[in-house]
């Protein structure tokens, strides 16, 4: 998980929002004149897009690249079942893996939030230590985040294996070269690997921040 900046509000929802939250709450309330759609309209391909583009087409919790053959899905940080209000709010909204939004499901504890990574800075509740995902010592934010998602679910340990020993392959070839201009540029692709972009970033900082 790393802090992900909040992109533009699609103009979908900014002709819409407003309305299509007044329609799910009669939805909601048993007003059978609204039809059913409007349970689903945070689910729009607009809203879908831009989303995947923030976070990079990946989960904003564990980082795993989201496959076209399995597509991302639509989270709601805070429960449309808990907020009716906040059921099209683009700040409640975040694309997500299946597996964390199973996991995560209708969870919100007013008094143990999960770590919000638009909202708050995973670093300072988590330790990413080779490919786990740790709580620091003390954050009970940071362990619910852990324990509810399951970050450090064996199928994403074995993921982010591969990508560490890839890295590391990578590191080792620039570090055999000699100082000049070539090591500085193999150095420069080594470090690209933990850009924000890039699957399970935070991870790969962690591992080059201990390896160089």
């Not at 349970?39 to 496959?67: G, M, P, Q, V």
Request: charged residues 30%; hydrophobic residues 35%.
């Amino acid at each position: 998980m790393i802090k992900i900046i909040k992109g533009n509000k699609p103009e979908i929802l900014e002709i819409n929002e407003q309305i299509w939250t007044e329609e799910y709450i009669k939805l909601m309330n048993g007003d059978e004149s609204i039809p059913k759609i409007a349970r689903f309209r945070y689910r729009h391909k607009d809203i879908k897009s831009a989303l995947r583009d923030e976070a990079n087409d990946k989960c904003i919790f564990c980082e795993s690249k989201i496959s076209h053959t399995f597509p991302g899905e639509t989270d709601h940080i805070i429960p449309a079942s808990k907020d009716y209000n906040r059921i099209v709010e683009w700040t409640n909204l975040g694309y997500v893996c299946k597996e964390c939004n199973m996991n995560k499901s209708d969870y919100h504890d007013l008094n143990i939030p999960l770590l919000n990574p638009f909202i708050d800075s995973p670093n300072d509740s988590l330790i990413f230590f080779g490919p786990l995902v740790l709580a620091k010592g003390g954050s009970v934010r940071g362990q619910i985040t852990v324990d509810l998602l399951d970050l450090s679910r064996p199928a994403i340990i074995e993921r982010k294996k591969e990508r560490i020993d890839r890295v590391k392959a990578l590191l080792d070839r620039a570090l055999a070269f000699p100082e000049g201009d070539a090591k500085n540029f193999l150095m420069r692709k080594v470090h690209d690997e933990a850009l924000a972009d890039k699957e399970y970033s935070a991870t790969i900082k962690a591992y080059l921040t201990h390896a160089i």
